[in-house]
C-alpha cells in the first residue's frame, strides 16, 4: 500500500464546475505538497501547508492533520486547469525535503 | 531567468552508454533533488544535496552517480545505461536547513533508451 493515496485517479468535469481531489497519507507528515504536472510535463508547486487552509486564486488547499488528509479544490474550473495534480508529503521521520508522492489525480475540463 | 534549468530536454541514446543530465538554478538555493518519474508517471526521489553534501540517498543503482560542484549545481551521470532507466529524470531545488520549504521543479529531461 502507497504511503500516500490520492482520489480519483481520473477527473473529467464541465467548465465551471467545483472539483474536489483528495489525499490520504499514512506517515507523519511535517508538511504536505500539491503540485500540478501540466500536459507538457513541468511541474509546478502550487501549495505546502502543514495546517489549516491556503487558497490562491480560484485553489484551495486544506489539510487536518489529525486525519491525516487533505483536499485540493478548483472553484470555476477551467480547460487550462487541466494537468495531473500530485499530492506529496514530507515524512516528519526522515531528511528534510525527502518528498512522498501519491500517484497523481489526472483532470481533464472540458469547455 | 528560468528558476531550475536541466540539459538536455530530451536524450535518446543506445544500452550501455554513459549519458550525463546538467541541472543548475539560481534562485539561491542550498538544497537540490533529482527525482525519476518511471513510465507509469510515478515521481520517486532518487537523491539529495545540500550544501554540496549528499543528505538523501535511495536505493538508487550505484551506476547513478550525483556531482555537485558547487551549490547552484546538481548533475546527474549514468553509466552502463539499462532499458529501465528510461524515464523522466527532474530537477528540483528548495531552501534547505528546515523542514516545509516548497520546491522549484525544472522541465524534467526525456531519457530514453534503445
Known amino acids: 500500500k502507497n504511503e500516500v493515496e490520492q482520489s480519483p485517479q481520473n477527473l473529467t468535469a464541465q467548465e465551471g464546475e467545483f472539483i474536489t481531489i483528495n489525499c490520504s497519507y499514512s506517515?507523519?507528515?511535517?508538511?504536505l505538497h500539491w503540485l500540478q504536472q501540466h500536459p507538457g510535463g513541468g511541474i509546478v508547486s502550487l501549495f505546502m501547508?502543514?495546517?489549516g487552509k491556503k487558497k490562491h486564486g480560484r485553489l484551495i488547499a486544506t489539510i487536518n492533520i489529525q486525519e491525516k488528509h487533505s483536499s485540493l479544490h478548483i472553484t470555476a474550473s477551467h480547460p487550462r486547469d487541466s494537468a495531473v495534480y500530485i499530492c506529496a508529503v514530507e515524512d516528519y521521520g526522515g531528511s528534510q525535503g525527502n518528498l512522498i508522492f501519491g500517484k497523481g489525480t489526472k483532470l481533464s475540463v472540458k469547455p | 531567468d528560468t528558476a531550475v534549468s536541466q540539459t538536455p530536454k530530451y536524450l535518446v541514446t543506445q544500452m550501455g552508454n554513459d549519458k550525463s543530465i546538467k541541472c543548475e538554478q539560481n534562485?539561491?538555493?542550498?538544497?537540490m533533488y533529482w527525482y525519476k518519474q518511471d513510465s507509469k508517471k510515478f515521481l520517486k526521489i532518487m537523491f539529495s544535496y545540500n550544501n554540496k553534501e549528499l543528505i538523501i540517498n535511495e536505493t538508487v543503482p550505484n551506476r547513478f552517480s550525483p556531482k555537485s560542484p558547487d551549490k547552484a549545481h546538481l548533475n546527474l551521470h549514468i553509466n552502463s545505461l539499462e532499458l529501465g532507466d528510461s524515464a523522466v529524470y527532474f530537477c528540483a531545488s528548495s531552501h534547505g536547513g528546515q523542514y516545509n520549504q516548497p520546491q522549484h521543479f525544472g522541465d524534467g529531461t526525456r531519457l530514453s533508451i534503445l
Open positions: 534562485l539561491g538555493h542550498d538544497t
Open positions: 506517515v507523519g507528515i511535517s508538511a
Open positions: 501547508l502543514s495546517s
